[in-house]
């Protein structure tokens, strides 16, 4: 079998596994349209505790992210996803079957206690080999987009005719679903410590005084704070001010989203060019403050509002295809996973604060102080962005060694023109590397990874 190819058995495993967490943030996306409307008709229900159900999930996820990772390092992959997807069921009834918004709460930060997403790409780089591995990243990372544009056109049709409370419960059956596959489908690996994807908490730590990763956490943490905040504002726009019924909300959101693909895919290409990144970064999220500016002096009309979403969900995007690709080209040798877990926490906390302050200010000030403060948190961000020094992004390589040769290897590979950092860890048969691609000797790279 060719190495540029995804062989059976790992093409078996992506797609069972993009599957598996594709369905469950689609589960946790389908409520996001729909549930500040249905959160009004609760008991004790209040904007703030509104915008908590909304956003709650993100705390969640953040707390248990890490411990499910380790967990599944000494108990196996498999049972910690089982156990999760278990969770978020449990949290999928609870919120289902509650006629009070503190119980919707309590359901809601339990799906999101169900924190799996770091052990399904840790089971992913079990069972693909070093060649496959990014391509395996990146079409599991695209069911992400993929379940959030399925949730937003989907949701308002489908609570049309089963309910948000039927919503809730469909989550639990795709969940239900979801361990089916895993538990039939899915082959048991032999598991591996590939920093690419396992986060250590120490590492996570020593991270955040990186001045280029925590200016990306800090991006991430307000892009995911804005979106949320603004799903407070925006379905009850639709319903009170555009006197749409919930069923028709997906022919804004459908649009909107299209067009938005369409044009994010020109600057997608642009960013690929190095000298170009930190524009086009700059650039979309300036899209964004338009957006927002444009939510505060929005004309009448459905064809208005969804020239709004249009430009929002542009620059969103753009950015959430660019973010995690310049997280693991800025972060240092074997601290990708590490990296990443970092910058997931952030995203996380940006859905709570986001959904929390949104609600908080929609109920005291009501839609248009939401997206003053969306503008306000994107005017920070370009802030940080213009007085930062250029990304200085590099290519992430990990390299089979032979355990017994490490620190000769290690300083062959160093004496490599175009490798700009190694790290071998003690025992271990793989070096990971930090590449200038455009400077890079690959056939030196390759007589030494040979030799070795």
């Given at each position: 079998?060719?190495?540029?190819?995804?062989?059976?058995?790992?093409?078996?495993?992506?797609?069972?596994?993009?599957?598996?967490?594709?369905?469950?943030?689609?589960g946790?996306?389908?409520?996001?349209p729909?549930?500040?409307?249905y959160?009004?008709?609760l008991?004790?229900a209040?904007?703030?505790?509104?915008?908590i159900?909304l956003?709650?999930?993100?705390?969640s996820q953040?707390?248990?992210?890490i411990?499910?990772?380790?967990?599944?390092d000494r108990?196996?992959r498999?049972p910690?996803?089982?156990?999760?997807?278990?969770i978020?069921?449990?949290?999928?009834?609870?919120?289902?079957?509650?006629?009070?918004i503190?119980g919707?709460i309590?359901g809601?930060?339990?799906?999101?206690?169900?924190a799996?997403?770091?052990?399904?790409?840790?089971?992913?780089?079990?069972?693909t080999?070093?060649?496959?591995r990014?391509?395996a990243?990146?079409?599991?990372?695209?069911?992400?987009?993929f379940?959030?544009?399925m949730?937003?056109?989907a949701a308002p049709?489908?609570?049309?005719?089963?309910?948000?409370?039927?919503l809730?419960?469909?989550?639990?059956?795709?969940?239900?679903l979801s361990?089916?596959?895993v538990?039939?489908?899915?082959?048991?690996?032999?598991?591996?410590?590939?920093?690419?994807?396992?986060?250590?908490?120490?590492?996570?730590?020593?991270?955040?005084?990186?001045p280029?990763?925590?200016?990306?956490?800090?991006?991430?943490f307000?892009l995911?704070f804005?979106l949320?905040?603004?799903?407070?504002?925006?379905?009850?726009?639709l319903?009170?001010?555009?006197?749409?019924?919930t069923?028709?909300?997906?022919?804004?959101y459908?649009?909107a989203l299209?067009?938005?693909?369409?044009?994010?895919?020109?600057l997608?290409?642009?960013?690929a060019?190095k000298?170009?990144?930190?524009r086009?970064?700059?650039?979309?999220?300036?899209?964004?403050?338009?957006?927002?500016?444009?939510?505060?002096a929005?004309?009448?009309?459905?064809?208005?509002l969804?020239?709004?979403?249009?430009?929002?969900?542009?620059?969103f995007?753009?950015?959430?295809?660019m973010?995690?690709?310049?997280?693991?080209?800025?972060?240092?040798?074997?601290?990708?996973?590490?990296?990443?877990?970092?910058?997931n926490t952030?995203?996380?906390?940006g859905?709570?604060?986001?959904?929390?302050?949104?609600?908080?200010?929609?109920?005291?000030?009501?839609?248009?102080?939401?997206?003053?403060l969306?503008s306000?948190?994107?005017?920070?961000?370009?802030l940080l962005?213009?007085?930062?020094?250029?990304?200085?992004?590099l290519?992430?390589?990990v390299?089979?060694i032979?355990?017994?040769?490490?620190?000769?290897?290690?300083?062959?590979?160093?004496?490599?023109?175009?490798?700009?950092?190694v790290i071998?860890?003690e025992?271990?048969?793989?070096?990971y590397?930090?590449?200038?691609?455009?400077?890079?000797?690959?056939?030196a790279?390759d007589?030494?990874?040979?030799?070795?």
């Amino acid at each position: 079998m060719s190495s540029d190819k995804l062989n059976p058995l790992e093409k078996r495993s992506i797609f069972a596994l993009a599957s598996v967490y594709g369905l469950r943030m689609f589960g946790l996306f389908l409520i996001l349209p729909v549930l500040a409307i249905y959160a009004e008709q609760l008991d004790g229900a209040s904007p703030m505790l509104m915008g908590i159900a909304l956003g709650i999930y993100g705390i969640s996820q953040a707390l248990f992210q890490i411990p499910f990772g380790i967990m599944s390092d000494r108990f196996g992959r498999k049972p910690i996803i089982v156990m999760g997807l278990s969770i978020f069921i449990f949290g999928s009834l609870v919120a289902a079957f509650s006629d009070t918004i503190n119980g919707v709460i309590v359901g809601r930060a339990l799906q999101g206690a169900g924190a799996i997403a770091a052990v399904v790409l840790a089971l992913t780089s079990d069972l693909t080999r070093e060649s496959q591995r990014t391509k395996a990243m990146a079409l599991i990372g695209m069911t992400i987009g993929f379940a959030f544009m399925m949730a937003l056109i989907a949701a308002p049709l489908l609570e049309f005719f089963i309910g948000v409370e039927g919503l809730f419960i469909m989550t639990a059956i795709l969940a239900g679903l979801s361990m089916v596959v895993v538990l039939k489908v899915v082959p048991t690996p032999v598991q591996t410590r590939n920093l690419d994807v396992r986060p250590i908490p120490y590492r996570m730590l020593q991270l955040l005084r990186n001045p280029q990763l925590i200016r990306l956490d800090a991006g991430i943490f307000i892009l995911h704070f804005v979106l949320t905040a603004m799903f407070v504002a925006v379905p009850i726009i639709l319903l009170q001010e555009l006197k749409l019924d919930t069923n028709q909300h997906w022919s804004v959101y459908l649009p909107a989203l299209l067009g938005s693909i369409v044009f994010m895919i020109p600057l997608v290409i642009l960013s690929a060019r190095k000298h170009l990144v930190s524009r086009i970064f700059f650039i979309a999220v300036g899209i964004l403050v338009v957006a927002q500016v444009m939510f505060m002096a929005r004309p009448d009309g459905v064809v208005a509002l969804t020239v709004c979403l249009f430009i929002f969900f542009w620059g969103f995007n753009l950015l959430e295809a660019m973010l995690p690709s310049l997280v693991s080209r800025v972060a240092p040798a074997a601290c990708k996973g590490s990296a990443m877990g970092v910058y997931n926490t952030f995203q996380f906390l940006g859905i709570f604060f986001g959904g929390f302050l949104g609600g908080i200010l929609y109920g005291k000030f009501g839609v248009d102080a939401v997206f003053a403060l969306c503008s306000f948190m994107l005017l920070i961000w370009m802030l940080l962005l213009y007085t930062a020094p250029k990304f200085r992004l590099l290519d992430s390589v990990v390299v089979k060694i032979m355990p017994r040769s490490n620190q000769d290897c290690k300083s062959a590979l160093e004496a490599v023109e175009g490798v700009e950092e190694v790290i071998i860890l003690e025992g271990e048969s793989v070096a990971y590397l930090k590449v200038d691609k455009e400077k890079l000797d690959q056939v030196a790279l390759d007589q030494i990874i040979v030799a070795g």
